[in-house]
Structure formats: C-alpha cells, structure tokens
C-alpha cells in the first residue's frame, strides 16, 4: 500500500509538472493569430480603370505584366552560392567548391543587364524550409513555434498566392519536394512530387525533376511552374558547403538554369531563389547570417528594368508575394506583409517611358500604394481579432495613409497633362518613400509583437509546475515523510528562479571531431578514425573490467553471456559501420541500400536482444555451492528404486552433521547486484548512443562513461564521510542519505547538461542532427516515430545517458569503492569483512522504495528547472 501511494504522488507530481512546462512554453514561444480572410478582385480600394488604354495585360488589382511564370527553387541557395567573383581565377588562386559555379547568372548580367535582376533573398528565421514555403507562398511571419511542424506539413488555410492563382484559372505544375503536397493539396494541375526527408539522398529529386521539367516546359497547359530541387540542401546537411559534392550540385543547378533560360518565352518571367541558405556545416534552421541570406535571380526575355542594376540590393522573402502577383495581376493575399520589389514595376512596355523618369516613378507608386492599403486592411482586421498589435501605431500609419491619397489625388492631374515635371517627380518619391516606409514600418511592428513572450502564460506554467511541488510537500508532512519535504519544497525554487532566467547566445566555432568523419582531410582521416575505435573499445573495456571485479562476470547465467560477448560485438560492428562512412562515395554507391544499412542494423539487433535478456535476467550473478545440494545424489540415480533409501541416507547425513561442517554457498556478484544490472544497461545504451553520434563523438562518450564513475565515487565518499559523523551504521540502514541524495541529482545533472553540448550539441534548429535518423535506415519512412526516436536519441545523448544513472546515487555508495575506503579508514577491520554491498538494500524494500521515489521526484524537479534555461 505504501507503495502505491509512492507511485500515485509521483505521477501526479510529473502530470502537474508536464502541463507547467507545456503552458510556459506556450507563452515562451512566439505566437501569432491566423486571420481567414481572402482577398478579392473587386476591393474598394482598388482603381477601377487604368490611365489610360492598352494598358497591359487584363489584371484585378492591377494590369498584368506577365502571362507565365517559373519558380526554381534550389534548397538552401546562399546568396554567396550565387554570386560571381571575377576577381578569383582557378588557377591562381584555391577557391571554395560553391564559389563560381553559377556562372549562367553571371552571363545573363553581361549580356542582358535590363532583362535580370540580383538580390540578397533574407528570410525571416526560422530557416526551416516549411515556414520558408509559407512565407513565400503566404507573405506572413512564421513563428518560432512553427519549427517544430516542419516534418508534419498541414495544409495551408491562409490565403495564398497558389489559391489565387487557381481562383483566376491559371493552371500550376508543380515538381519536386513533396513538401508542397502537404501544404496545398488538389491544388496542381500536374504534379511530379519525390520523397524530400532521406538528407543522405543527393539525387532522387532532382533527376526526378529533371526527367519531367523540360518537356512541361514546351507544352502549352501551363501558367506557373514551380520546380523545388533539394540536392543543395541535402549536400550540405551530409557534407557541409566545403565539399566536392556540392561544387557537382551547383554545376547541375547551372546546367538547369541554362535550360529553362533558352526555352523560354518572351511573356516569361524568371524567378530562381533559395528558400534559406546553411551554416559552415550545412546545417540551417537558426537566424545566423548564413542561414538567413539566401539569394533571388530574376529574368526575362523582355525587359525588366529601367535602369541597369547599379548594386546588389536586399529584399525580404516575404517581398515575393506581393511582386509575383501584380505581375501576374493577381489580387496580393489577404495576410501579406511583404513589400513589392520596386524595381520590377519601374518598367511598362504598353507605356511609352523611355527616360520619363515621372512616369516611371507613377508605376512604382502605384504598385506599392496597393500593396500597402492591403496591408493596412489586414492590421485593423487582425487588430479586431487579436487585440494585440499597438493601437497608436495602426493609427500613425492609417493618418500616413490618407495623407498620402490625398496628396496622390493632387498630382495625377498634372502627370496626366504633363505640367510641371520637376515638381510632380518630387512629389512622386516623396509619395513612393511614404509608402515604402509605412510597408516596413507595419513588418517591424508585426515582428515584434509577435516575438513577445505572453507572460500570462507563463506566469500561468509557472503556478501549475509550483501546484507539483505543493502536491509533493503535502503528502510528505501529512505522511510524517519529511526527509521527502526537501525535495518537493525544490520545486517552489525552481519555479520561482523561471522567473530570473535569461536566454544568452554566444557564439561557438566547431570542432575538429564534429565534421563528419568523410569531410575530415585525407591526411587526418586514419587518425581520427583509430582514436575514436581506441575510445570505442575502451568503453567496452572499462566496463567489462568493472563487472569482473566485482564478479559479475562469473558463471555462464544468460545475463552474464550477454554481457561478456554482446558489447564487443556491437563495438565491432559499430566500427566498421564508421569506416564506411569514411568509404568514397563513388564506392558506396556500388552497395546496395540494405548492404549500407546491415551493420548498424546488425548493433540494433544485438543491444535489443541483449537489453532484452538483462530486463528478464537483470542478476549477474553465479551461485557456486561447497557441496553437493540436497537431493542431488538421488536423482543421479538410474535406479528409481533405490530414491527412498537413497532420501534416508542423505537425510541421516544431514542430520547427524554439526552446524560447522555446513558451508554457506560462494555467490559471486550478490555485493553488486543492483549496480551491476544497471550499469549494464547504461553499457548497452551507450554503444546505440555512439552509433547515433558518430565517430567523432567516441571520445566525448569516453570522457561521459569516466566522469560519470569519478563523481559516484566522489558522491560515495560525501555521503559515507557525512553519515559517519553521525553514527557509523547510519549508512548501512538507510543508503545514501536523505539529505545527499538531491545533490547526487544536481551532479548529474550538470553533467548532463555539460554532455549535451560536448556531444556536439547546441540548443538551436541548426544543431539538430536529421541525418541520424537514417542510422541504419535507408529510403523514406511511412511513419516519423522511428526516426523521430533516433533524432530524440541523438540530440539528447547525455541527458539520457545520465538520466538513466539516476539510480546509481542510491546503489553505488553501498559498494564502498576504492575512493569511499581511502577517505574513510576510521572503520574498523571487522565492519568492512561484514561487506554486503548494495544487496544489503534488499533487506530494507521500504527505504529502498523511498529513495528511488525520492529520485525522480528530483530528476523531474530538476529538469523542470531546465526548462526555463
């Protein structure tokens, strides 16, 4: 009954706990209300008729520059991916493998200056590429939050440029990631989608994209094609932007944009962009510079600008929205808030404007004047709803607003009859520099209401995780359990120090042993490689060697074959699954995927069967008998005639025998009973744990597997030195210590928290190894609990490994190891030859039940803690 007790609390407690934690995050994340309205052709604000006849093509808000257009999107185009530098030469100087590769773009610049347009394409983090598809589909902000839908894609309700293209009858073909299906499902007229998750995978999509794109190309049923290729994306995730690999892909992406460029026709238009660019390791998600500058490449057969492009400027994603739908005269989505590129509308072949500098200026203005009253149309909506955005903001720009008309309806006059020139230029920039100004303005406001913490909540979150510890605090005066008080009374602390934590970033640079172990240079390869099999096998080592000296590895038990050969054959196989990670790919590829896969699979197979074994045999131990057991001389009989006399005669035996003559059973193992069992499992986690991680990561395991026995045996000697002043057998009745135990907790928590980063870890989207979870697995998964796991396992290697030593805090002093008897030497000779380890808390299952649910009552108090850092 008291046990049960125990296991109510305690999952009321972790309940409690949980919901806090969910409720704070909810007020930590950023947040944004959705607003389902559409926008329409027949706004109020809209002009009914343009200025004059012939005007371009038919339009809703605005005549059409366009007829078609094509949208390639290269996964994770950094703008400098780009960019041409001619100032580096080949053969002179040693450039980076995604430097110059591009070099189509550069041509087009020469030889077709008013026909292309270069910008730096930022995007608003985070840079995962299903909010990036929302915000240059949609215009609007994705949250923080969002990141962590990113492999759950659900169909977009927000108004959106694909939805107004359908309204307006324009036929979309679509090829590549699959992504796209998720979010607008039966939207395509003709669709070639490809599995976009397996990031080891550099070619399926973009070969299947081009096997179909330049034959959709020369047909005639198509308004927009968008053709999404990932093979960028995927190398950098599997080799980094510094690798041979990705100097192949953009020479492919060239090749592409070559192509489309030769087939297209003059009602064309071009538009080429990353969705988000990657770190120095290939990785993205984050808001560095590297992740947030992707670039955009426009182009046409008909001219596009003015003027010739004087320097690089830089737009945001969201600007795509707005600008892809005027010049396909389409209505802009309801909840944008990008802005149009100016320099698309500076130019109108239908309007004679030559060096007409005011008519060019007019365009502009005009363009953006619809693209803010959208705006200003959505904030008052999404003001109605939300309640949240500055209401003496809205105001100033809606004042802005009218002035601006009102002084627009002065001047069109005088544009129309040609008066006054000089003036009506003036007042023209003055106009577009309002609108332009109010566009940015109502982007910022937006980003930071947004990127506010609801304090609410969190607050909230706060009191709900306090309710846990009040729960616990209860029980433990009501029950007369007070050494438990300490522990829950915690949790008041540590949701009370929520309140003073504050986030700090700092940069980091990576490490030698983080690169995977193929983009290690050629010269180093073998020695990294031998130093993490070194590692590995001590691993290994170290804990065979533990379980020998305290016999454990005795006797020929279930358990105790499975320790002796299970470990050194996963290590085995894990090692030669690293050195084929270090194998050419050109080698790889002649394997097939199963034979890629197998040796991982091989250490799945073997730590489950083995983790199997240990749970329903968790005794390592071995039971050798000084004598022939009762009854064993009877049935070794072949005479079952002979079983009565033979029950006598060993009956009077034992009976006539004095008590000396009895000798006890040798049972090796029984003073490490419970230790041994978990220190087992802790064994076999750790070798799936460095499957996961890598060879690189060996030695930070190594260092885990050391650190964690050093702070035991230190904790160990806390413990017995802080009981000792006590009374000396204070620690044989009751294990380590009430009062200790909760900084065992602390201790390993920190080192849990050190191992998070020292496995190569950091606390952002970038640092999330997605490659793991295909560790082992190969194609594209039905299901995302599977890799989910691996991914979980992988980012948070050391809070489970120590998580699930926890226990040890309450065995492990038992043992009294070689540290505990050097500090402790005051006890006497007789006491340590009465040694019975940690079997010793078998005799006591009540306090041994206390101290275990006293344990996770700190491993959740804790972690709750954490979650506030």
Known sequence: MFGVKLLAVLCLTFVLTLVGSLVFLRGFLLSRTVVEQTSRCDEDFVLKADDHS????????????????????????????????????????????????????????????????????????????????KGLTTGSLPTFVDAGANFQSSEITEDNIIDHMLRENKNVTFLGDDTWMGLFPKRFHKHYDFPSFDVKDLHTVDNGILNHLYHELERPDWNVIIAHFLGVDHCGHRYGPNHEAMRDKLLQMNEVIRNVTRQMQKDTILFVMGDHGMTKTGDHGGDSEDELEAGLFIYSPTQILSHKQAEVATVSQTDFVPTISLLLGLPIPFSNLGMVIPELFSHCPWWDMGTNEVRSTYHRVKALRLNVLQINRYLQEYQKVASDLPSYILHDLRAQIRQAEHELKQIVPDLLSGAHPEKVLKQFQSIENIYKLQAQTAKETCQGVWAKFDLKLIFTGILVILCGGFVGLFYSVAWKQYENAFSFSSLFLAGGSLLLIIEEKHSCTDSFFSTPLSGVDKALVNQRYVFSLFCLAVMVYLVRQWLKYYGNMTGSEAGVITMRYAPPVAAVCIGLYWALQAVPDSAVETLTPWQQAVLAQAVYVVVILALILIIVSPLLIYNHPTSMPPGAAIFNQSDLTSV??????????????????????????????????????????????????????????????????LCLELYSSFVAISNEKESVDRLSDEGSGQSSLFLGLVMLNLLSSTFFYATGHQPTIPSIRFESAFTGFYGNFSNMILPGLLIWLNTFAGPVFFALACPLLITWPALKGFLMRWMTQSVDKQQSEKWQGDFQLYNNGIQLRKDMFQACCGLITISGFKVGS
């Open 54 to 133: 012939g005007h371009g093509l038919e339009g809703c808000w605005m005549h059409g520059r366009f007829k078609r257009a094509i949208v390639i999107v290269i996964d994770a185009l950094r703008y400098d991916f780009m960019a041409y530098n001619e100032s580096l030469n080949s053969e002179k100087y040693t450039i980076a493998p995604y430097e110059n590769k591009l070099k189509i773009i550069h041509d087009l610049e020469k030889k077709k200056p008013l026909h292309t347009l270069k910008l730096k394409f930022m995007a608003d983090p985070p840079t995962t590429t299903l909010q990036r598809l």
């Open 644 to 709: 009565i006399p033979s029950l006598y005669n060993q009956l009077k035996v034992q009976l006539s025998s004095s008590h000396e003559d009895q000798k006890p059973p040798v049972v090796y193992g029984l003073g490490s009973v419970y230790c041994a069992s978990m220190v087992a499992l802790l064994s076999l986690v750790s070798l799936v744990l460095a499957l996961l991680l890598g060879d690189g990561m060996a030695p930070s395991l190594t260092v885990a597997i050391v650190s964690l026995f």
